[in-house]
């Protein structure tokens, strides 16, 4: 009963998409001061990219509007499909730096698209940064029980987290209530990802 809905895909023109993305990105860093929100070290934008990042930005707005489409149904009694408002930033981390938990209150839908996952094709666990997903009905365990698992239908213990190891061109959507933060990333390359938040405006 009521599940919580993840939107991935892996984008076909990604390759192209984040090597236009990393240089925007990049260049945007080295001149402009990050600000801190979410992030424990690292670079984080403000959340205007789409007012500098030129064409790739735009592109990948474009992209994010369409999965919204797709991931959302209107209830029998709209009166018109909603308009979609984007708000969009650049992070930039490098080893040891994270996220911690959080939320995306006023937004719908919330995405984060993997310019650079950082790995350089290594698939050692050791290099952290898994984006990880928090049970929304977390609250509740830890007051009352938190020692007590549900069972899931095929009889499994259901998890409290779910740890999603990013690649380069991934493209991520959930629901703006679902807290999320990002483990420590123990690499030596440069993890480069795009967030945006998706404002439903009615006409």
Do not use: K
Not at 38 to 63: C, F, H, K, T
Not at 67 to 86: G, K, N, V
């Amino acid at each position: 009963m009521f599940p919580t809905p993840v939107y991935t895909v892996a984008l076909p023109d990604g390759p192209a998409l984040s090597a236009a993305l990393r240089d925007v990105v990049l260049r945007r860093g080295a001149e402009q001061r990050g600000v801190s929100r979410s992030n424990v070290g690292g670079w984080q934008s403000e959340i205007d990219m789409l007012r500098w990042g030129g064409e790739p930005a735009e592109a990948l707005a474009q992209i994010v509007t369409r999965a919204c489409t797709q991931m959302t149904a209107l209830a029998d009694d709209a009166s018109a499909a909603p308009i979609w408002r984007p708000e969009m930033w650049a992070n930039i981390n490098r080893s040891g730096d994270s996220n911690q938990n959080h939320w995306h209150p006023g937004s719908f839908l919330s995405f984060v698209y993997y310019v650079d996952d950082g790995y350089a094709g290594s698939a050692d666990p050791a290099l952290g940064g898994e984006l990880v997903f928090v049970d929304p009905r977390m609250p509740f365990l830890r007051m009352r029980t938190p020692h007590l698992r549900h069972r899931a239908g095929n009889g499994s213990v259901e998890e409290q987290e779910t740890w999603v190891r990013p690649f380069s061109g991934l493209l991520i959507g959930f629901p703006s209530f679902l807290g999320h933060s990002v483990r420590p990333y123990h690499g030596t390359g440069t993890r480069i990802s795009i967030a945006i938040n998706m404002i439903a405006r009615a006409i």
